[in-house]
């Protein structure tokens, strides 16, 4: 367990539909990032929040947005889901930046048919 | 943020020290020099880290030359378990963002 919890593991929709990935990130970090990793493009950045600000901004589509609670936990949402949306959606958490590297969830598998 | 060029796969024996060499060669003063493990489905996980000369840890080198445009990932007596796609990142403190390349991917054989 990395400390960074990642809910639903898996997800199953249909196209033109909307879903809500969820990340908790390790205790005492306050950065949160998202990638998508697709078969055929690698790990893509999308976005960071720190601290509940937007940080850094990605290759992120305008159907999907996020947002960063005062808890810490972030949600990535996806909305007008097209067959290639489907990919596995990590999240990752730092304390201090990049200078200690990242822990990564184990991911939301998000299946579009 | 620099780019970094690694090869895209390697192949190993078990029992043998894999040295996967990556590229940077716009690396930045204030940067440093991470690698990450990814295995299928999974999530990269953080290896090692270092900004120059040498450093060592439970599970690997990292060996990096003085003028730190480029660095080897050195993994000692690899099993089958370490087959994984293995990330070199270059990146400084306050970028906020690591940009992954396509990895390489290493495959240790019986």
């Known amino acids: 367990d990395s400390g960074v919890t990642q809910t639903p593991k898996h997800l199953i929709t249909a196209t033109g539909q909307r879903v809500t990935l969820r990340c908790s990130p390790r205790?005492?970090?306050?950065?949160v990032y998202w990638y998508q990793q697709s078969l055929d493009q690698g790990l893509q950045f999308l976005i960071q929040?720190?601290?509940?600000?937007?940080?850094a901004k990605g290759n992120i589509l305008e159907r999907f947005s996020a947002q960063q609670f005062p808890d810490l936990h972030s949600e990535l949402n996806l909305s007008s889901l097209e067959l290639g949306d489907s990919a596995l959606y990590f999240c990752?958490?730092?304390?201090?930046?990049?200078?200690?590297?990242?822990?990564f969830g184990s991911g939301t598998r998000l299946t579009v048919v | 943020l620099a780019k970094t060029t690694q090869p895209i796969s390697m192949d190993s024996y078990e029992g043998q020290e894999v040295n996967i060499t990556c590229s940077h060669n716009?690396?930045?003063?204030?940067?440093?020099i991470t690698w990450y493990q990814q295995f299928p489905s999974q999530g990269p996980r953080f290896i090692i880290q270092?900004?120059?000369t040498k450093v060592t840890n439970e599970v690997a080198s990292l060996f990096i030359p003085a003028d730190r445009k480029s660095s080897t990932l050195s993994l000692p007596r690899v099993s089958l378990s370490d087959t994984a796609v293995y990330y070199c990142?270059?990146?400084?403190?306050?970028?906020?963002?690591?940009?992954f390349g396509q990895g390489t991917t290493l495959q240790v054989k019986p």
């Open positions: 990752a958490s730092t304390g201090q930046g990049t200078r200690y590297g990242y822990t």
């Open positions: 205790s005492g970090d306050l950065s």
């Open positions: 929040y720190y601290n509940g600000e937007e940080r």
């Open positions: 716009n690396i930045a003063t204030n940067d440093y």
């Open positions: 270092g900004y120059k």
């Open positions: 990142l270059v990146g400084g403190s306050n970028t906020g963002k690591l940009i």
